[in-house]
DNA sequence: GTACTATATAGGAGTAAATCCTATTTGTCA
DNA sequence: TGACAAATAGGATTTACTCCTATATAGTAC
């Protein structure tokens, strides 16, 4: 349940790859062999790369690409769905006083944090590999979308 | 259940306050002014501020406050149970294309981060109100601590 | 294949957020 | 009330992007 040294085979890149294209293609944003570059690398790791960390890997093969373009393409990916940003990490620290139990949205527009509660999502149960594996400090449900407002503005 | 446009009275500002003091003094933590303003500030708001926005609002009462002052106490105040980041801010983008349902585990420590997979957590289910008020495009389980190897090294 | 055009890139400059450094100050406790 | 470890101010530095602009190139139209 807790995945450790992935690798992917030559056959899932490639299939993957082709998405990548078609995706691209769909979404009417070039082919470049930077971005095939940038996206084969992302799914050959399991590691969560930040986009420094891609630059100085990428650089090996690819002795010219800029971080600017690492920066930008890996948005990019995010944007159009081929990669996700982890949760503790991204934009500035916010922070929170309020230590009751509690859940937060944040709006990706206006960057805007509204707290909420459902009891439910208190108790949630962890499996069990995962509490003997790991000491677990903090167990959250997060949400992210656009909120009411940022909707409205958009019309 | 979506808390908005929250006040805190000063009966309760006081309470916690004194509290804070309390957990101050069991830490081995000096009661400076600068702390107890950072955290009573903290408390007056909902906006889930960064150390930017913090300083911003203190120099209006405490002109000689540095930048970095409240940026070390509001990790102090983390530290010490008396604050949260919230969870998609804080250290530098990480990215994942793996975009089949998993969630994540983050080490405080080394920042690495685990994917794992609990079934359950797919399908957690929202409180219609949220779907109602907000467009959701992530829904996601996020788990912090520590891990087993930066466990073993503090031994 | 050739030409066109909108998009993407490289590389450097600029900016934002956070951290580091060091002299000075200040809670805390003996 | 004095000693000292801890905390702060303020500036320097680092980190993590983001912006700018000239050049290059993918996709398309001929």
């Known amino acids: 349940m807790i995945k450790e040294n992935y690798t992917i085979n030559s056959a899932e890149l ?3 790859t082709e ?3 078609g995706k691209c293609r769909e979404k009417g ?3 470049t ?7 084969r690398e992302l799914m050959k790791t399991d590691e969560h790369p930040s986009a420094e960390m891609m630059y100085n890997k990428l650089r090996q093969d690819y002795p010219g690409i800029s971080l600017d373009t690492v920066n930008r393409t890996l948005i990019t ?7 996700n940003i982890v949760e503790g990490s991204g934009d ?8 009751d139990e509690h ?6 527009k206006c960057k805007k944090i509204y707290d909420f509660h459902h009891k439910p999502f208190d108790d949630i149960k962890l499996p069990p590999n995962i509490n003997k594996k790991f000491k677990i400090l903090r167990k ?3 949400l992210e979308g656009i909120c009411d407002i940022c909707l409205e503005e958009n019309e």
Chains 1, 2 share one sequence.
């Open 29 to 31: 944003l070039k082919v």
């Open 92 to 99: 500035s620290k916010r922070y929170d006083c309020n230590m």
């Open 77 to 83: 990916l995010h944007e159009m769905g081929a990669a």
């Open 14 to 16: 490639e299939k993957k």
């Open 33 to 39: 062999p930077q971005r095939l570059a940038i996206y």
């Open 140 to 142: 959250t449900v997060y």
């Open 103 to 108: 859940q937060h949205f944040k709006c990706i």
């Open 19 to 21: 998405w990548f294209i």
